[in-house]
């Protein structure tokens, strides 16, 4: 990260909350965004859950009905006084009649062999028209019907569950039938929708709507408001023969701009189907305020993390300014008062966690060396010759190994300690390359006799002893010699003088060699 200036009177550092405070905003726009994306995946799989739980709901009370009043009409039909044809008519009817409000229908009936009925007094009728009575009469089996309009106004619609009455020879001798209140079936289906905001059609043998809370027409096919929209994973051809073989499933669809989930069972003893049916947007709807909250709360946190922040960074900013000074003033130790226009904060933190001088010879290290050869270079006068020297030591393991390792950082010391005196004459800089290398650029020799005159000196210097635990050490170097040409990088001239060191080594060592292009 590049660092920030100064920009105000006292010199201070300043730092600009401007980017926290955008990154803040986009980071709860996208909390948000992911709230309602989540908030939207939760309602998908809520829709089916709802789905299904009102699909039980309104099966079990609905299948519950029609089969209690199964077994209520095929109790009554298995005593003789009512499948007996010598008792009266009338005798039966009135013992219906009580039962019939007690169970909650709207009429418990006798019918006889004739297909004649017989109800609360009113005048036989026959209902040999009914199509579920010649039905049951000639099958013997018992009928449960879709709704239908029935009663002497011929509006009011029932459904009726007929069961058929047999003597002792397992003759018909008539039946008995119940009618179950429309408004019954259609309270159902309305608790079931309401439990779990779902759309709770019941649709009949033949696919036509009975009763519905989305407000489907009666009477109309339910195919055809299906096949106005899109179904997924299936189609109203095989929906339909689903419905027709009594297989339960389930669908996704899109009506009406709204994505819906819609399962569905046969209802027991019946041809009748139950559809439930869940709308995406009403699901999300019932979501959307715990989503807000989520979210609204999540901002709550992020402006209270950036105003903590804020005052945090705010009474830190005396350390800053005081840390920020260190830096400048490492910045002038390793650069010379030459500080490139680059260099950054992670370089100074590089090459100061690298340390700025070589604890054992005093020399700076490698990588300060590098900083400030490169800044002496381009400063230096041009009329001057600019030399770096590489100096090796050539028997510095022979000494490790006869002298232990304090011999051989006591002449480490000496070479370093001789190379500082000609870094200070020659304003040139002093680096250790490696364990027993040192790299040494000088600026400000007259011409290359003077450069010569130097390195004799170094040859004849090295060449020496030092004193350590008795014995007499003998030190010597060998240097190789790159002189600066415009132009030329600072890592090439290393290049060359370990090109020229090399060729000293190869020719007896303890000599110097100067690089020629």
Not at 202 to 224: K, N, R
Not at 415 to 425: D, Q, S, T
Request: glycine share 8%.
């Amino acid at each position: 990260m590049k660092r920030k200036k100064k920009n105000n009177k006292n010199g201070k550092w300043e730092i600009s909350f401007a980017p926290i405070t955008r990154y803040s905003v986009v980071f709860c726009a996208a909390i948000f965004v992911i709230v309602l994306l989540g908030g939207g995946v939760l309602s998908v799989r809520r829709m089916k859950t709802d789905a299904r739980a009102s699909l039980v709901a309104s099966h079990a009370q609905i299948s519950q009905r029609v089969t209690g009043t199964i077994e209520l009409l095929e109790s009554l039909a298995s005593l003789p006084e009512f499948y007996d044809p010598d008792i009266p008519p009338i005798d039966k009817v009135k013992k219906l009649d009580q039962m019939s409000p007690y169970f909650g229908y709207l009429m418990i009936c006798y019918v006889d062999s004739q297909i004649i009925v017989y109800s609360d007094g009113s005048e036989p009728a026959s209902l040999a028209s009914r199509d579920y009575m010649q039905r049951l009469f000639s099958t013997g089996q018992r009928q449960v019907t879709d709704s239908f309009a029935a009663g002497a106004d011929g509006v009011t619609l029932n459904y009726t569950v007929a069961v058929p009455l047999f003597d002792a020879e397992n003759k018909i001798t008539g039946c008995l039938f119940s009618a179950i209140y429309f408004d019954e079936v259609v309270d159902i289906l309305r608790q079931s929708a309401q439990a779990s905001s779902s759309e709770v059609t019941l649709i009949g043998s033949q696919g036509q709507i009975m009763s519905s809370t989305a407000g489907l027409p009666y009477g109309d096919s339910i195919m055809d408001g299906l096949r106005k929209g899109m179904l997924f994973g299936t189609t109203t051809d095989r929906l339909q023969e689903q419905l027709l073989a009594a297989e339960p499933g389930s669908f996704w669809s899109f009506q009406d701009g709204s994505l819906y989930y819609t399962t569905y069972q046969r209802v027991e003893n019946t041809g009748w189907d139950i559809l439930c049916a869940v709308n995406f947007w009403t699901t999300f709807a019932e979501t959307l305020p715990a989503l807000i909250l989520v979210a609204g709360l999540t901002v709550l946190i992020c402006i209270g993390l950036l105003l903590f922040v804020r005052r945090y960074i705010a009474g830190q900013m005396q350390v800053v300014d005081m840390l920020v000074h260190s830096v400048e003033e490492l910045e002038n130790s390793i650069y010379q008062n030459e500080r490139p226009e680059d260099v950054d904060f992670q370089e100074v933190l590089r090459l100061t966690s690298n340390g700025l001088s070589d604890s054992l010879t005093g020399v700076v290290t490698r990588s300060v060396f590098m900083n400030q050869a490169d800044a002496l270079l381009r400063k230096a006068d041009r009329n001057k010759v600019q030399a770096l020297c590489f100096a090796d030591m050539d028997n510095l393991k022979y000494i490790n190994d006869s002298c232990g390792h304090a011999g051989g950082d006591i002449a480490l010391k000496s070479i370093g300690y001789i190379l500082r005196e000609y870094e200070k004459k020659y304003d040139g800089v002093v680096g250790r390359y490696g364990g027993d290398e040192f790299v040494m650029l000088l600026t400000s020799l007259d011409d290359e006799k003077e450069l010569r005159s130097v390195l004799n000196e170094l040859v004849l210097r090295f060449q020496t002893s030092v004193q350590s635990g008795g014995q007499s050490i003998q030190v010597q170097c060998s240097i190789g010699v790159a002189v600066y040409r415009p132009g030329t990088e600072l890592e090439q001239l290393i290049a060359d003088a370990d090109e020229a060191l090399y060729y000293v080594k190869q020719n007896g060592k303890g000599y110097y060699h100067i690089h020629r292009n």
